[in-house]
């Protein structure tokens, strides 16, 4: 699978959009993007995946450069609720191979 | 639905001492996982199951063993715990075609 490359942590201002990059430079074809996020002692959550499009649900936007070599998770009005470990990951569509986090982005969202 | 449930939340073991963590989901994922997570750190990968009556090793499987004799449960058990297995246990969940995974609450376990 694509490794994935984050920055250790962000910050943002309460209500400015939090954007998020990801590098995945060496990624496949059949290979998705996916988001989540892990707030404070909780389980990490799901929040949005994409294959070359662009995507957008209740929760972000996912912006995907044309080349899929890197990605920006957007959190258009972020809030001091969004703050959290966010993690990038690449996988393929559908397998049997496990889930694998690593390090994430520390977002801080600053009142 | 209830999602994924984890029970014990908390528990304190002694050294040596045999347990079993608690797994359910109620959406009929194939897929199930179990996580630890040391303070300040990322999540690593124990066990995990495609179905019922498979399972596979992980990242850090040393010291636990896992079964699934049915699809809604996969319990996580510690032979003989030892202080390094002090962390937060998550189980996780998901359909095998995508990775859209749920992941439970969590057991604090502390090992004195």
């Known amino acids: 699978d694509a490794k994935t490359t984050q920055p250790p942590s962000m910050d943002c201002a309460e209500g400015r959009a939090a954007n998020l990059p990801c590098n995945h430079s060496t990624i496949s074809g059949n290979e998705y993007v996916y988001w989540y996020r892990q707030i404070h002692s909780q389980g990490p959550q799901y929040i949005i995946h994409g294959l070359k499009n662009n995507e957008t649900n209740e929760m972000a936007s996912l912006i995907i450069t044309e080349d899929r070599k890197s990605s920006t998770l957007i959190l258009p009005h972020a809030t001091l609720r969004d703050t959290a470990v966010y993690y990038c990951?690449?996988?393929?569509?559908?397998?049997?191979?496990?889930?694998?986090f690593g390090k994430g982005t520390r977002l801080s969202v600053i009142a | 639905n209830a999602g994924v449930t984890q029970t014990p939340k908390f528990q304190v073991l002694k050294t040596g001492q045999s347990m079993t963590l608690q797994c359910a989901q109620d959406m009929n994922h194939e897929y199930m996982s179990w996580y630890r997570q040391d303070p300040g750190m990322g999540l690593r990968l124990i066990h995990y199951s495609v179905g019922a009556g498979i399972t596979d090793q992980g990242e850090v499987p040393n010291g636990y063993n896992v079964s699934r004799s049915t699809t809604e449960d996969f319990p996580l058990r510690l032979l003989s715990a030892a202080p390094s297995q002090t962390s937060v246990y998550f189980c996780a969940s998901r359909k095998r075609e995508v990775y859209e995974q749920y992941f439970g609450p969590g057991t604090r376990l502390t090992v004195t």
């Open positions: 990951i690449v996988r393929v569509v559908a397998g049997n191979t496990p889930l694998v």
